[in-house]
């Protein structure tokens, strides 16, 4: 079945450092990719996504590209703030079926001044 | 104004009790979520309705139903509370309109049960 796996936090991290969490990925067909990201009493909200291999989505500074080769979908940003405080989802959803997401585990993200 | 509203924000209960959580969305989207958000386990899928008159089984639906009383009110209860069930809910809508594999989840603010 489809699956996502996250780089295991915390993250924390000081201002302006350069950011990578690392999201890999099994499903079957061509899944579309997402990050969403979680602020602190909130719902989640989309970052970005990817919908085809090579595809790079961005938004806010950030940055992720679909590899097919390597099944991932890692999240890269190059200067962090401190109001990128967060917790930060990578998920899936296969082009088949129910156009369900398939969320990983998440991964907090604390950024010092 | 909120596009996704849930309530109640909080919530505690006995184990035993029957409660509902409800959602409500103005996005004019025809299909909503009910995940739950555990600590180290990511957001999980309860049920799901692509209309008023389907509804959908995800993965952990045990010891929940729903109901989809309007396209913009899909409601979550449980109807005999245990403590496991204890965790933070959260109700998505998305459109169908569109490519099938680009369409994006809106999420509620979410709900915070705990059961005692």
């Known amino acids: 079945g489809n699956s996502v796996t996250q780089m295991e936090g915390p993250v924390t991290l000081s201002e302006e450092a350069f950011l990578t969490i690392n999201c890999t990925y099994t499903?079957?067909?061509?899944?579309?990719l997402f990050w969403y990201v979680q602020y602190p009493g909130e719902g989640l909200q989309l970052l970005l996504k990817?919908?085809?291999?090579?595809d790079k989505g961005s938004n806010k500074g950030f940055e992720a590209t679909y590899r097919k080769e390597t099944t991932s979908f890692h999240l890269e940003k190059g200067s962090v703030q401190v109001s990128d405080s967060a917790v930060y989802f990578c998920a899936l959803k296969s082009g088949q079926g129910a156009q369900k997401l398939v969320f990983g585990q998440g991964t907090r993200l604390t950024i010092n001044p | 104004d909120a596009d996704v509203t849930q309530t109640p924000r909080n919530r505690i209960t006995k184990t035993g009790k029957r409660i509902m959580l409800e959602c409500s969305q103005t996005k004019g989207h025809d299909r909503m979520y009910w995940y739950r958000q555990d600590p180290g386990l990511g957001l999980r899928l309860i049920y799901y309705?692509?209309?008023?008159?389907?509804?959908n089984k995800g993965e952990i639906s045990d010891g929940y139903s729903v109901s989809r009383q309007a396209q913009a009110k899909f409601s979550l209860s449980l109807e005999s509370a245990i403590p496991n069930q204890t965790a933070l809910y959260f109700c998505?809508?998305?459109?169908?309109?569109?490519?099938?594999?680009?369409?994006?989840?809106?999420f509620g603010p979410g709900t915070r049960l705990t059961v005692l």
């Open positions: 309705s692509f209309d008023v008159k389907d509804i």
């Open positions: 499903a079957t067909g061509y899944p579309s």
């Open positions: 990817a919908t085809k291999a090579d």
């Open positions: 998505a809508t998305s459109d169908s309109w569109g490519a099938p594999s680009t369409d994006t989840q809106y």
